[in-house]
């Protein structure tokens, strides 16, 4: 009894589409299951430079005035943070500029505690999205959306991995964030 969640669609690669309005707030969610006998990294801004975060996510498209500096590294309050370069086509390669993108990016999610997820099931309780909500072994990185790092009108296409307690590197994974402008009148 409520409003029916609306069917999901795809791009012409298979990706799902989450579309949005321009200037609002939005919740993205990465949620990640390690391999059997391992966990599921969790560092988001490693101590040193050169190392690269575990979760690993880039954007096609520069987010908000795509600044290179990593912001979180800067010594400034969020509220004072820059945007995030794009990286197309995705690449995970070496180079410090990649490293620091993916730094800029994923330092700016939260990574839940394990038992207590950013998303909520059908009846308002918190609970995981993956089939088995009770898996304990699920990681979820969360990050709200803002002006700050604000996603461009159009198509963004996200790229994600995140590594394991052991270092390696899970699959990717793409969605396509595509912003529009709101009827006027709605």
């Not at 012409?12 to 391992?38: H, K, M, N």
């Not at 945007?83 to 197309?88: A, L, M, T």
């Not at 994600?160 to 009148?185: C, E, F, L, M, N």
Request: glycine content about 8%.
């Amino acid at each position: 009894m409520g409003t029916p969640s609306p069917t999901p669609a795809y791009d012409d690669q298979a990706r799902q589409i989450f579309v949005r309005t321009e200037d609002t707030s939005y919740l993205i969610v990465v949620e990640a299951r390690p391999r059997p006998g391992t966990l599921v990294g969790t560092k988001v801004l490693p101590n040193m430079t050169t190392d690269r975060p575990d979760l690993q996510i880039e954007s096609s498209q520069p987010l908000f005035d795509g600044d290179p500096a990593v912001d979180c590294r800067s010594g400034l309050p969020s509220s004072q943070w820059r945007g995030i370069p794009g990286i197309d086509p995705p690449d995970f390669g070496a180079g410090q500029s990649i490293t620091d993108t993916l730094t800029d990016f994923a330092c700016r999610f939260s990574v839940q505690p394990l038992g207590s997820p950013c998303t909520l099931n059908a009846f308002g309780s918190s609970s995981l999205l993956s089939n088995d909500p009770s898996d304990p072994t699920v990681r979820q990185f969360c990050h709200t959306v803002s002006p700050i790092d604000k996603f461009p009108r159009g198509d963004t296409v996200l790229t994600v991995q995140v590594r394991d307690s052991t270092q390696s590197i899970g699959p990717t994974a793409q969605i396509v964030v595509r912003i529009v402008t709101p009827t006027p009148g709605f």
